[in-house]
């Protein structure tokens, strides 16, 4: 794309611990799409139960954020599409590298995507967007349509929330609710780097962006995306309050 940079990831991966992700054990997007093709009974058809498929592409633990993901199966990701499309998937990445699976059962559709750069993000926005409406007439959800809340609804959300890896800062700023990063210095991905955007209201505690990569801490310059992601902030039984994006949750300190 003319209006994004792309770069190689100068550290293969984050931290040393890292490594087995994307060294041991190592395949390529055919390989990934031979595990489906167990799944959609098109080889292999008595290797997994049909209770298990079902199971693993069922909705085991629902999601926190109110769009996008709906929840984990087992070891799945269930997403909720445009037209009411119901999709499994699975992402990972390391500093460097980038891998997206996602897959329509109803049509026995998937599409595997393995990216050796930290820009992988854009792969996904800019080529399965036009492969998923192309083959599935379908693609993720935008901006959702909801009444937002008002400037003063949203300082109950102000705040310092954190977890291993850094902290996010909730703060009203000329009416918007502002959310910047910032890394622990002992914690701190090597090319990464803080920033700052808006925190759209969709209501009732949710919210998302827009046009930005939401990967916590593992933004990096020039990667912009069409995107619309969701973040939400929960409160637990016990009183505890976490920013989360249905991945990642940080924890309210102050």
């Not at 292999?44 to 954020?65: F, G, K, M, R, T």
């Not at 897959?103 to 996904?124: C, D, F, K, M, Q």
Request: with cysteine; net charge negative.
């Amino acid at each position: 794309s003319a209006t994004n940079t792309w770069q190689v990831a100068p550290h293969p991966f984050a931290f040393a611990s890292h490594s087995p992700a994307g060294s041991t054990p190592s395949g390529r997007a055919r390989d990934l799409l031979a595990v489906v093709k167990m799944y959609l009974r098109l080889e292999h058809e008595h290797y997994l139960s049909d209770a298990i498929v079902n199971e693993a592409w069922s909705v085991q633990q629902p999601s926190c954020v109110s769009q996008l993901l709906t929840g984990w199966g087992l070891g799945w990701t269930i997403l909720g599409w445009n037209n009411g499309a119901k999709l499994v998937g699975h992402d990972g990445a390391t500093m460097g590298t980038n891998s997206f699976l996602r897959v329509h059962p109803e049509s026995g559709t998937a599409i595997a995507r393995l990216v050796n750069s930290s820009n992988g993000s854009l792969i996904y926005d800019e080529i399965f967007s036009v492969l998923s409406n192309d083959i599935i007439g379908t693609w993720e959800p935008g901006v959702p349509d909801t009444e937002p809340e008002s400037a003063d609804d949203l300082s109950q959300y102000q705040g310092i929330y954190s977890d291993v890896n850094g902290h996010v800062r909730l703060a009203l700023v000329d009416g918007e609710l502002e959310v910047s990063t910032v890394a622990e210095d002992g914690n701190h991905l090597p090319g990464s780097h803080g920033g700052k955007t808006i925190l759209f209201s969709s209501g009732n505690g949710n919210f998302y962006t827009v046009g930005e990569v939401s990967k916590a801490f593992l933004s990096y310059p020039g990667e912009k995306t069409n995107l619309v992601a969701p973040y939400a902030v929960v409160t637990t039984d016990n009183g505890d309050s976490y920013f989360h994006n249905g991945y990642l949750g940080f924890k309210r300190v102050s």
